[in-house]
């Protein structure tokens, strides 16, 4: 009598055989992948390339290749909360110091107050654990080591005194960081071509409170306003909150003896959308500058980029400054939406006299910012950059 077989079970016990030998051949072939690395010639470091575009400030993350890609992710994972200094061994690194005045991927030029030198990063610098994505920014002070082909790699990173940063695209937890161991911002907008965004204005306000930088606002193209009595209104607002409001015409002259005055002996940090006149207004105050200037879109009155990275220039009357890229959106990484309030001085000031000690000052009841909003003592406009800006933060 022949013996009865389970036909399910026979197929069964054969497809787990076949998956068992397929996942031997698998590891076979990953081990001799490893060995045939480990005994392969080195690498050849590749050449050093330099290019603008690779620090393009768009407010979303460019495609970058594999091992940066890797290398930002372990830098995210090892984030912290709080700001750590790049390095702690600035001051210990023997070398030449310098001042960075632009930056790319993995690399970054730097003055030395003798000559320009462009620089690698050290590796282990740009693996550091920081809530940064960029470990050398515009405006460090670092340590160089002279490589003896007339470049060089910079070896450490002095502590940051301030820092003007925003989120990365796609990992909000990180910040950009766009400038560094800046006095003060200046903020450009212009009254038309392209017509100011007091949105705008009011996000570098805030981001400014919170770096501990000085805000500026500086109105340009002037020469386009039609009503006088509409721009002196439209900014009185601030002036009241007692920012600097300067206003100027690169194009006409007016106003840059005042601005040269604000930027002599300070590093100041120039921050505004594309269009507004930014390097134009550089220009005319210090001229001779050779920067890129741009028009403005003759169909949609928007800036196009000219500016493509963020740029230290040295001014003659002492002091820097740095010409960023223009952006049309600025986040606040990290700012909870209870703690707007705070960086909008009129409406902290009436915050105590709501019927509510969470009042979000939006449709509230009793709210004394709304009755004020009602009744002009807050500025509508004001008012509305601070709505705007309550709803894109993070609850």
Not at 174 to 190: E, G, H, K, Y
Request: include cysteine; aromatic fraction near 4%; charged fraction near 25%.
């Amino acid at each position: 009598m022949k013996p009865k077989y389970d036909l399910n079970a026979l197929q069964s016990q054969a497809r787990i055989e076949k998956n068992h030998a397929k996942a031997h051949e698998r590891q076979q072939l990953q081990t001799a992948r490893k060995q045939q690395k480990s005994s392969a010639r080195p690498q050849q470091r590749k050449a050093d390339r330099w290019s603008a575009a690779d620090d393009d400030m768009m407010t979303h993350e460019r495609i970058m290749p594999r091992d940066e890609r890797d290398r930002r992710r372990s830098v995210a994972q090892a984030a912290v909360v709080g700001q750590r200094p790049p390095s702690d061994t600035a001051v210990t690194v023997e070398g030449q110091q310098g001042l960075v005045i632009e930056v790319s991927t993995g690399m970054c030029r730097v003055d030395t107050g003798e000559r320009t030198i462009l620089c690698q990063i050290r590796n282990h610098l740009r693996t550091a654990d920081s809530i940064f994505t960029n470990v050398v920014a515009v405006g460090d002070l670092v340590v160089v080591r002279d490589d003896g082909a007339g470049g060089g790699t910079v070896e450490a990173v002095a502590p940051r005194r301030s820092v003007l940063a925003r989120p990365h695209g796609f990992r909000p937890h990180l910040r950009q960081v766009i400038v560094a161991n800046a006095d003060q911002v200046l903020i450009v907008a212009s009254w038309r071509e392209p017509a100011i965004w007091f949105e705008l204005v009011d996000r570098y306000l805030v981001t400014a409170a919170r770096d501990g930088l000085t805000a500026i606002i500086c109105v340009n193209k002037v020469d386009l306003v039609e009503d006088y009595a509409a721009c002196e209104a439209a900014l009185r607002p601030y002036q009241a909150l007692g920012v600097d409001v300067i206003l100027t015409s690169a194009q006409e002259g007016i106003g840059i003896d005042t601005l040269r005055a604000v930027l002599s002996n300070r590093v100041t940090v120039l921050a505004g959308l594309s269009g507004v006149g930014k390097s134009s207004l550089l220009a005319a105050a210090q001229p001779g500058l050779q920067l890129r200037t741009g028009d403005v879109s003759s169909r949609k009155h928007e800036g196009r980029h000219t500016t493509t990275q963020a740029t230290l220039v040295r001014l003659q009357g002492g002091g820097a400054v740095i010409d960023t890229p223009g952006i049309r959106e600025f986040g606040l990484s990290g700012l909870p939406r209870h703690e707007l309030a705070q960086f909008f001085p009129e409406v902290a000031a009436l915050a105590s006299q709501c019927h509510y000690n969470n009042c979000a000052h939006l449709k509230e009841q009793d709210c004394a910012v709304l009755e004020a909003v009602a009744q002009g003592t807050i500025a509508a406009s004001r008012y509305h950059s601070y709505e705007a800006i309550y709803h894109a933060l993070p609850a």
